[in-house]
């Protein structure tokens, strides 16, 4: 009864405070909301990113983590909502590119977990000057793939 209570608000919830539509391209496929995901945070400097159709690839109760080290050596992470991860949209300072290099792809049922390597630049296929990995978790509600949650070591 609890897990149908759950599923019930979080679909509720989804329908409500997610009303933008986004492109059946991006979320039908896992292919799709991937690239997606990587075009949404990509663009030359003077550009803010594309938060609509960031929030659309997005379940409503979606986390962003980020791990790193601080001063004195020691491993932290900060959790936070989407909306907290956009702050003010401001315009770029600089190019930001991040491309995909690498995918890891593991399936159970509605869920799917993926290990998605990436380089990052200042140009559209400039030098990069950083790479890591996303830990990026995924829905299928039967329709589309949300984004529940990702996560990326700053430190590595």
């Known amino acids: 009864m609890f897990r149908l209570l759950i599923t019930t608000i979080s679909v509720f919830t989804a329908s409500m405070v997610n ?5 059946m391209t991006d979320v039908a496929t896992i292919d799709g909301i ?27 109760n979606a986390w962003v983590s980020i791990a790193g080290v601080d001063a004195q ?3 932290f992470v900060t959790a936070m909502s989407l909306s907290d991860y956009h702050g003010d949209n401001e ?36 030098e990069p000057f950083t790479s890591g990995v996303n830990s990026i978790t995924l829905f299928w509600d039967g329709n589309r793939w949300w984004i529940m949650g990702w996560m990326f070591d700053g430190s590595a």
């Open 73 to 75: 050596g020691k491993p």
């Open 91 to 126: 315009p770029r300072e600089e190019g930001f590119f991040e491309i995909e290099t690498g995918r890891s792809v593991s399936r159970s049922g509605n869920m799917a977990h993926i290990w998605s390597s990436y380089t990052s630049a200042t140009t559209d296929g400039g």
């Open 34 to 60: 991937i690239d997606a995901y990587y075009e949404v945070v990509s663009g030359p400097a003077g550009e803010v990113a594309d938060i609509s159709r960031d929030r659309g690839l997005h379940h409503p």
């Open 19 to 23: 009303s933008q539509e986004p492109a």
